[in-house]
């Protein structure tokens, strides 16, 4: 299908955003992959030269390169409607579980709602007058990424197959957690954390620094972060959520403003004890790093 001028634009916009954030090394490296042209000579942001260089590839090109970076093109003529069980700004984590551990999926669910990620659990966040297997499908359609939970028997259940295959069908970023059940199959290429005899927020924790680091899940989970730490409510949350932004591997110099402006703002954060500093601390590591 040929794309539209519109549909061209939106993909080499996410392209640009996407790529153009990598080092200058792995840009080209990029670019080189997919046939694109590269320059010595370039003297703009790294978001400009990608834009530049993928102007006349052909839509093929610009559609695969956009999985890559992890925008994935759907021509839909109607967009998706946004689910009721996603949190707006977070990123949206499946869990892929079995029926019979979904009170553990539940607990982890709201852990890893304390790191700026909005899971899904099915059967918890179906309402019963759904039509569960739509509901899923949807949440699949529209999820960031997905965790399979490797409990023992997890591979019997079709359903948490299907939803593996589902994921991977989309390209998003996929991990394992371990409580018995080695990884299996494509379930093998995930990144597996160990979650046998582990409190579960520490494996909350772990999930949170993998996705502050993944290409394609660290803007968003960025972004999330310094949003929660914005709105803190508790001099205890100020501090928690000012931790967690150091933690975040992807960095906007909008944050800085941000960050000094809920100083200024939200007196939870002003009034807790070195919040202020480690704000100031933040923003002249971030500074000398650019």
């Known amino acids: 299908m040929a794309l539209t001028a519109s549909q061209r634009i939106k993909l080499i916009k996410e392209i640009a955003r996407r790529v153009g954030g990598e080092s200058w090394a792995l840009i080209d490296v990029t670019l080189r992959q997919f046939s694109l042209p590269t320059s010595d000579t370039w003297n703009g942001t790294g978001d400009s030269y990608v834009m530049h260089m993928v102007d006349q590839a052909s839509d093929a090109v610009l559609v695969d390169l956009a999985n890559h970076a992890g925008f994935h093109f759907e021509p839909e003529s109607v967009p998706l409607a946004d689910p009721p069980f996603w949190v707006d700004g977070m990123l949206r984590v499946f869990l892929s579980h079995l029926s019979t551990q979904r009170s553990f999926a539940a607990q982890l669910q709201l852990e890893l709602f304390r790191y700026g990620m909005t899971a899904f659990v099915a059967h918890n966040d179906i309402e019963p007058t ?14 960031d990424t997905l965790i399979a939970l490797l409990h023992p028997g997890f591979h019997e259940s079709k359903w948490t197959d299907q ?9 998003v970023p996929s991990f394992a957690v371990k409580f018995g059940e080695d990884p299996y199959g494509f379930v093998g290429r995930f990144q597996a954390f160990n979650g046998r005899r582990k409190d579960v927020s520490v494996l909350a924790s772990e999930i949170f620094t993998a996705y502050s680091r993944h290409r394609q899940t660290r803007r968003k989970m960025s972004e999330a972060i310094v949003s929660l730490f914005e709105v803190s409510e ?57």
């Open 130 to 143: 759904a039509e569960w297997q739509s509901e899923i499908e949807l949440a699949l359609k529209t999820c």
């Open 163 to 171: 939803e593996i295959g589902f994921a991977m069908g989309r390209g």
């Open 234 to 290: 508790s001099f205890a949350e100020a501090k928690a959520r000012i931790a967690m932004v150091e933690r975040v591997d992807f960095w906007k110099s909008s944050f800085d403003d941000r960050l000094k402006a809920a100083v200024e703002s939200n007196q939870q954060i002003s009034g807790a004890y070195g919040v202020s500093q480690t704000v100031n601390r933040i923003i002249r590591q971030r500074a000398a790093a650019r």
